[in-house]
């Protein structure tokens, strides 16, 4: 098994969530601080961090930026390296994500190049954000690079297989939190309360119209609703019901117009069921845009690669805080193929690790070719 297939399995039984990852965030500088120090320059921001490798005479900076929260899920798999954190679970591939970058930085502290490096290890992507607050950090300021990369898994695609496009890749997302409080009673008098789950369940169908029915055919959006709850016990009526989900729009304007509905439809959800409701909507996350020159001349590298199959994919409905990063910074994000029956978010996501290995070597051949000219 190789090196960084270990580091990835090790990294799968300690997912932590956005902020608390201090135990991966230990375990990457404990790994970091194995490799020759001459030209590494290490700098932690909350549980992120930043690590530099100086370049032999650099004309510009090439960041590399890999996530590393896990998941609020039970992971249901059977693997030997399955999470030890009961409830958390690298579903979304981070672990893969820094297993990948760990590999690319070793390969440059051994072999560096012409341009000066920047590895950023990210904390927070699934919520509540830390790709923004990273970038308004002093390191960052400091550190600024001309452009950046990252890579995402995609369980759909083979192993071998990247895609990506120019422009829009990843649609603007919000989360949605919406708080519903009427009056709660006894099970068998209904006409001297205001039932809660009632009001939430119209709530949820209602919000269903919105994409159908206000949103331009040929401009996407979703909202998915990805939690409910409410009540106390079979025979109350709910004084209370939280709905907690996510909108997604491949334009700002959508978004915008979206959330006008869900205000307007709320709002009638309050007098129709006389009860009082709040909306948060979280973190937003911008867009995923993909520099046109950039990512077209990544492709065409990787196309001339033997082991590499480019797709020109179409854009999705996921997103990601890295799109904070990329409307600052010229550069690209791609998916990477794993392979896996079950797709990101899902208790049984079993990345093919094969993939990790490649996505190496694909990555030091891209940027030694990049940072020398
Ligand atoms: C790649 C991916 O799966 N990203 C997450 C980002 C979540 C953003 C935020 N918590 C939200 O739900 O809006 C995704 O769910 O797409």
């Given amino acids: 098994m190789s090196q960084f297939v270990s580091i990835r399995r090790a990294l ?173 009673g006894h099970a068998a008098f209904p006409h001297l309360a205001n039932d809660m789950v009632v009001a939430a369940c119209s709530l949820v169908t209602q919000l269903q119209s919105i994409v159908a029915r206000n949103v331009d055919p040929l401009d996407s959006a979703v909202i998915t609703i990805g939690k409910i709850s409410g009540g106390t016990v079979q025979n109350v009526i709910a004084e209370r019901a939280r709905l907690e989900g996510t909108i997604r729009t491949l334009s700002v304007e959508s978004m915008q117009k979206v959330k006008e509905r869900i205000e307007a439809i709320v709002k009638g959800i309050e007098i129709a069921y006389q009860c009082e409701a709040t909306i948060d909507y979280g973190s937003l996350y911008h867009q995923v845009y993909n520099d046109e020159t950039l990512t077209k001349e990544f492709m065409n590298f990787a196309k001339q690669l033997s082991d590499v199959h480019v797709v020109r994919c179409k854009e999705a409905m996921t997103g990601e805080d890295f799109g904070y990063m990329l409307a600052k910074i010229p550069g690209f994000m791609f998916w990477l193929g794993v392979d896996s029956p079950y797709g990101l978010h899902h208790a049984k996501l079993a990345p093919d690790e094969r993939a990790i290995d490649k996505a190496i070597s694909l990555l030091a051949s891209y940027i030694s070719w990049k940072g020398n000219n």
């Fill in 12 to 184: 799968h039984k300690i997912p932590e969530l956005g902020f608390q990852e201090f135990k991966t965030q230990q375990y990457l500088l404990d790994y970091i601080s194995t490799l020759p120090q001459e030209r590494l320059e290490v700098k932690t921001w909350r549980t992120g961090i930043f690590a530099k490798i100086h370049g032999l005479q650099p004309t510009k900076t090439i960041a590399y930026r890999a996530d590393m929260d896990g998941l609020p899920i039970k992971e249901d798999t059977d693997v030997s390296y399955r999470s030890e954190h009961e409830g958390n679970m690298h579903a979304c591939g981070h672990d893969f994500h820094m297993s990948i970058a760990l590999g690319v930085l070793t390969h440059f502290v051994h072999h560096p190049i012409r341009d000066d490096l920047l590895f950023i290890f990210q904390p927070a992507e699934e919520g509540p954000g830390g790709a923004l607050p990273m970038l308004e950090s002093d390191t960052m300021k400091q550190w600024m690079p001309d452009m950046i990369v990252a890579l995402h898994i995609a369980p759909e695609y083979p192993v071998g297989t990247i895609a990506t496009k120019e422009g829009l890749l990843f649609a603007n997302t919000s989360e949605l939190f919406i708080d519903l409080k009427g009056k709660g």
